[in-house]
């Protein structure tokens, strides 16, 4: 009895679920930023994968599939950067990332950020889009302005839905159906009106779960400071996962600096901002 209580199995984790990664920034540069990982490491991190037989498929495939070793790669915020980077690592390894832009500051820097007053990044422009998007980029909308969608009125979480998806329609020429909420933040409210606008997937920054419905899909977050294998042990629950789930949740919350930025942010100047976009 005893032996069977000390030698009981643990369960099996349960590893279908679509696994989904999310980078920001990935630039050779050195940055304070945590959400930067650098071109030369996502090489190494993809050689990683490749040698462990871990697929990297496109995003819409790895949500319906759920397949234990496919792998989609996202990248939040659109940064230019990209356009240089990403193509040859898209190449040298065969695969379609997906990159979720904000509309609003295609070819702007990032002035919705706090990392902007330390060194501005700018984002992608419409023709690095299009040629992105021609060379097997999938787009994503990632809100207008970046906006945190529970606190939005109605009206203003309608247009950053509805004027996102056809701003990235208009240049891309093809449907976008794929929906990155800013800061991860949703709720009932944005889910059922990000449907309603016509998104079909909507990703989250919680960690992904077998029960996750199409409109909250989780995904696992990369950081500057996570090894090869940290990323090994968030994808497939080993043993530092609980630890590793720890790091990752208490960096996002970081995340919350912008919000707060944004809310102290004079009311004049948010205007200014509004007309200009
Ligand atoms: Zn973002």
Redesign the pocket.
Known sequence: MLAKLVYKKRPRPLLFYPKVLTFHKMTPEFSFSSTNYSPRRFDRLLAFFSERSIKLTPLEKTVTEKGERALAVTF??GYGHLAHYLPPLMERFDFRPTIFVITGFIGRANSWDYTYFIRPTPHLDRKQIRVLADNGVTFGS?GHR?RDMTACSPAVLKAELVDSKKALEDIIGREVTALSY??GRFNRRVLEEARTAGYRLAFTMDFPETADENMSLGRIPVYGFDSRLAVFQKIFRGPLYEMEKLKSTFTHRLAAGTIILNKIRSRRKLAETDKSL
Do not use: G, I, R, V
Request: hydrophobic share 15%; no cysteine.
């Open positions: 939040d915020d990632h970046h800013p800061f």
